[in-house]
């Protein structure tokens, strides 16, 4: 019956110093202390821009330390976020915005072959002559806030940097006062359906809904806080980011990802690496990795 954000400072509270957060690509790796000071500071940077409780906050990315960050930083105050596919093309992605009426949108810049900035601009070309924070788009009536992740803002966009560097002690007392008012019924997550017969659906779920979806399978699993999972699965979907991210820190546990995007080869590169205790994914990637040339030579 807790909120995310109470689960996740009780964890914090128990293990600050155990190992949070291993984001291999970016050569990130974090405490649950450290995590803990990062979401916070994202948490206040979207109250300084105007995100309130309730407000949908969309994320458009893969796998990255961002991605965790505003997991819970959305959390925090009770905003929520809005899981948006990678792989969406201009059209899917006003679909989603609209539909849902998200306004703020946390982009990726480009992933493979997909540039996202240029996508967000063929779809709303106004933005080249916008204000970050002050958007008037008609391809996208509800959308306020872009953040752009990295330090390099665009035309009309918040850099993810600049966000992180908002926070003041008003913030603070703000976020202070906003988690006293959250309980574990509030809706904290909006996931979409795959949409194969038709657009896909956005299924509202709450705190009590995917905290304990992600603490009754880290039960099945047996995790504790001493094992480490590594997590290949984009985070977007629920097997990455509630039975993934969300179950790691049920527990106390270590979330590892390996790689933006999955690669058989570094994905055991980095169970060997960081000794994992478990490993996600789907038929398809485990036989990928089973089929690799040299697989007898990683120490699993």
Same mark, same amino acid.
């Given at each position: 019956?807790?909120? @995310?954000?109470?689960?996740?400072?009780?964890?914090?509270?128990?293990?600050?110093?155990?190992?949070? !957060?291993?984001?291999?690509?970016?050569?990130?790796?974090?405490t649950y202390k450290a995590f803990q000071n990062k979401v916070n500071q994202l948490a206040m940077g979207l109250l300084a821009i105007g995100v309130k409780p309730g407000d949908?906050?969309?994320?458009?990315?893969?796998?990255?330390?961002?991605?965790?960050?505003? =997991?819970?930083?959305?959390?925090? @105050?009770?905003?929520?976020? !809005?899981?948006?596919?990678?792989?969406?093309?201009?059209?899917?992605?006003?679909? *989603? &915005? /609209?539909?849902?009426?998200?306004? $703020? &949108?946390? $982009?990726?810049?480009?992933?493979?072959?997909?540039?996202?900035?240029?996508?967000?601009?063929?779809?709303?070309?106004?933005?080249?002559?916008?204000?970050?924070? %002050?958007?008037? &788009? /008609?391809?996208?009536?509800?959308?306020?806030?872009?953040?752009?992740?990295?330090?390099?803002? *665009?035309?009309?966009?918040?850099?993810?940097?600049? @966000?992180?560097?908002?926070?003041?002690?008003?913030?603070?007392?703000?976020?202070?006062?906003?988690? *006293?008012?959250?309980?574990?019924? =509030?809706?904290? /997550?909006? =996931?979409?359906?795959?949409?194969?017969?038709?657009?896909? %659906?956005?299924?509202?779920?709450?705190?009590? /809904?995917?905290?304990?979806?992600?603490?009754?399978?880290?039960?099945?699993?047996?995790?504790?806080?001493?094992? %480490?999972?590594?997590?290949? !699965?984009?985070?977007?979907?629920?097997?990455?980011? !509630?039975?993934?991210?969300?179950?790691?820190?049920? %527990?106390?546990?270590?979330?590892?990802?390996?790689?933006?995007?999955?690669?058989?080869? $570094?994905?055991?590169?980095?169970?060997? =690496?960081?000794?994992?205790?478990?490993?996600?994914?789907?038929?398809?990637m485990f036989i990928s990795e089973l089929e690799l040339n040299n697989f007898s030579d990683y120490d699993l």
């Amino acid at each position: 019956d807790k909120t @995310i954000c109470e689960s996740f400072d009780f964890i914090f509270d128990k293990h600050p110093d155990s190992l949070a !957060v291993v984001v291999s690509h970016q050569n990130v790796r974090l405490t649950y202390k450290a995590f803990q000071n990062k979401v916070n500071q994202l948490a206040m940077g979207l109250l300084a821009i105007g995100v309130k409780p309730g407000d949908r906050v969309g994320i458009w990315s893969p796998n990255n330390i961002e991605w965790c960050l505003t =997991q819970f930083a959305s959390a925090k @105050i009770g905003a929520i976020m !809005v899981c948006i596919n990678p792989a969406y093309r201009p059209s899917e992605l006003k679909y *989603a &915005l /609209n539909s849902v009426e998200c306004s $703020t &949108l946390i $982009t990726a810049s480009e992933f493979k072959a997909s540039n996202y900035i240029s996508m967000l601009n063929e779809l709303a070309p106004e933005l080249k002559d916008s204000q970050a924070g %002050k958007l008037n &788009l /008609n391809a996208l009536p509800h959308l306020k806030n872009i953040i752009r992740i990295g330090a390099e803002p *665009a035309a009309g966009m918040f850099s993810f940097s600049d @966000i992180m560097q908002r926070a003041t002690d008003a913030h603070k007392l703000e976020l202070d006062a906003i988690a *006293a008012t959250l309980h574990c019924d =509030q809706d904290i /997550n909006i =996931q979409f359906t795959s949409g194969t017969t038709g657009n896909p %659906k956005g299924a509202t779920l709450t705190h009590k /809904n995917i905290l304990n979806n992600a603490l009754l399978v880290a039960q099945a699993m047996h995790f504790t806080e001493r094992d %480490k999972l590594c997590i290949p !699965v984009p985070l977007y979907h629920c097997f990455g980011m !509630v039975l993934g991210s969300l179950l790691c820190v049920s %527990k106390g546990a270590a979330a590892i990802y390996p790689s933006d995007s999955f690669d058989p080869k $570094t994905t055991l590169e980095v169970v060997q =690496q960081e000794k994992c205790t478990g490993l996600h994914g789907v038929p398809t990637m485990f036989i990928s990795e089973l089929e690799l040339n040299n697989f007898s030579d990683y120490d699993l």
